[in-house]
């Protein structure tokens, strides 16, 4: 993995009816040229809603620099399992990366660390990056389920659960130590941090994270792209 880019993802949730994401993707890509120069210093990741996946990949290929994450994905692998959508699946569409175990996976869908663990493992297998998304309690018990190998090929996301949609950032020292131990626990892979990053704060995160998980800022897509051009300024 490339440590001297710094990884933006716009992590939609379950926002935008199809013709909103249509309309964020159209207005996206005419202006990728804009920001050509910033993907010298940033990889994008869009994770839309399954739903969308195909669409997004589809403008996404033509497009340096941005590939297309899902947000989850189902810790059985191909077969009976009504309503799943397995690693297999996402891979064949051309998706490159997966969140797993977001905080609201855990708190709204009762995800546990094991479960978690089996979708890392799914998502190996299938070629795809997993993107882990952990609170600061979580980073050791999950990272003791995983092997060093799986570690060494996911990219962590510190998320604290408090700094989620709130408007409120964590503080940078506290977001500094939290990425000090969640990189001796999962290893020297990429960490991001996310939980209301906006234009006003990105900077100072990543001063001390390799990226930022972006929900609320990533929905309107000319706030988005001025967080891709933060990549490359000074504050
Ligand atoms: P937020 O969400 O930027 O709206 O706080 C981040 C996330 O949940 O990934």
Same mark, same amino acid.
């Given at each position: 993995m490339n440590m001297s880019k710094k990884i933006l993802i716009a992590n939609w949730k379950s926002h935008k009816t199809a013709s909103e994401a249509q309309d964020w993707l159209t207005t996206f890509a005419k202006k990728h040229q804009t920001f050509i120069e910033e993907m010298d210093h940033c990889q994008v990741i869009i994770a839309p809603s399954f739903l969308y996946l195909e669409a997004v990949i589809k403008v996404c290929?033509?497009?340096? &620099?941005v590939s297309v994450a899902a947000q989850d994905v189902s810790h059985?692998?191909?077969?009976?399992?009504?309503g799943a959508v397995a690693a297999r699946q996402l891979a064949s569409l051309g998706v490159s990366h997966a969140l797993v175990g977001h905080s609201e996976r855990r708190k709204?869908? &009762?995800?546990?660390h094991s479960l978690v663990a089996q979708k890392i493992e799914q998502l190996i297998e299938a070629k795809i990056t997993p993107i882990v998304c952990v609170d600061e309690q979580e980073i050791q018990q999950q990272a003791e389920l995983i092997t060093k190998q799986q570690a060494s090929n996911c990219i962590i996301a510190y998320e604290p659960a408090s700094a989620i949609g709130s408007g409120m950032g964590q503080d940078l020292p506290q977001v500094h130590k939290a990425i000090d131990i969640a990189k001796k626990a999962f290893g020297d892979v990429p960490v991001l941090y996310g939980g209301s990053v906006d234009e006003r704060n990105i900077h100072e995160y990543l001063l001390v994270a390799d990226g930022a998980l972006v929900g609320g800022s990533s929905l309107d897509v000319e706030l988005f792209i001025q967080l891709i051009s933060a990549t490359n300024s000074k504050p």
């Open positions: 290929d033509n497009l340096s &620099g059985f692998p191909l077969g009976s399992y009504t709204y869908f &009762g995800e546990t």
